[in-house]
């Protein structure tokens, strides 16, 4: 496992643990995955050497914060916890009342790296982050955090807290490489991290899927698998296929490790079990070659995505919707 050393939070591995189906209806796992498969996927984390594990309060609505927090048991402590706040309110009291709920399910004192989930179109970071101060003063949670900020943003987050907010989670990966161009420059100028969020861009990357062959579930959703996006597609999966077999990975492992050899860049993709869990590790060891890391990144900048129609919106909600209510009627 690769490591950096991050002011506030000691040492981070380059691959986490993303929590977000845990106790999530949305990734159709079951109940059973909530109670004995993720505590298997968070104990072998453990042994392998990972210390970053995120969550957030409405992943589940808290069961993902009461999940990750029951597995980790003793080792709650030792580790990187990262949540995040809702800021649908983000009023100083609001947050300080939400933080603690977090920490609560957590079982924690204090939380390691606090975040807030996405900018407030309406409410400053002047209003926001003197909340988040007033939590770093308390010894409440050891270091701020932000998600889905651009960089200006992100600066304002940081004159607004009156010192580093050290992180920010965005959506990072070979399919959506934008953040290359200011936030990965940012953060190692800054001493800070990025921490990639759908690092395999939802199973795209593991190259599996094609326009005879698409997802259903929650990833009917996203605009990455319409057949249109499926075809541009191809050719940056076909070199990520062509890459990884040269290195003996998978391309799955090949997209993470491409993400961590970044420097100031951790990944924090998700499990559906301990054998994936163990994949996505074994990425952070593998060694690119110049050659290979220029190829997945011209591929990565050359794939353009069209968003999806409103009518195609609608359709993937109300297939998601209908295959719930199966779901539901199934269990009775």
Known sequence: MKYLDV???????????????????????????????????????LALGVTLFDTAEIYGDGKSESIL????????????????????????????????????????DRIPLYQIHRPNRVVPDSVIMPGMRGLLDGGDIAAAGVSNYSLARWRKADAALGRPVISNQVQFSLAHPGVLDDLVPFAVRENRIVIAYSPLAQGLLGANY???????????????FDAENLR?????L?????????????????????????????????????EQLESNVAAADIRLTAESRN?????ARAFRPVPMSRKQVLRGYRDLLAGAVREKLRRG
């Open 7 to 45: 002011d506030g939070l000691g040492r981070v591995s380059r691959i986490g643990l993303g929590a977000w189906q845990f106790g999530s209806r949305e990734w159709g796992y079951g109940d059973r995955y909530a109670s004995d498969t993720a505590r298997d996927i968070v104990q072998r984390a």
């Open 210 to 224: 094609g326009v005879d062959h698409r997802p259903g579930g929650i990833r009917a959703l996203n605009t990455l």
């Open 295 to 299: 190829a997945l990144t011209d591929a």
């Open 238 to 274: 076909r070199t990520l296929r062509d890459v990884a077999r040269e290195a003996g990975a998978t391309p799955a492992q090949m997209a993470l490790a491409w993400l961590v050899d970044l420097p100031g860049v951790v990944a924090i993709p998700g499990a559906s079990g301990v």
């Open 69 to 108: 927090g029951e597995a980790l048991g003793e080792r709650r402590a030792d580790v990187v916890v990262a949540s995040k706040f809702w800021p649908r309110a983000p009023f100083p009291q609001v947050l300080q009342r939400h933080e603690r709920a977090s920490a609560r399910r957590l079982q924690l």
């Open 232 to 236: 541009r597609a191809e050719p940056l």
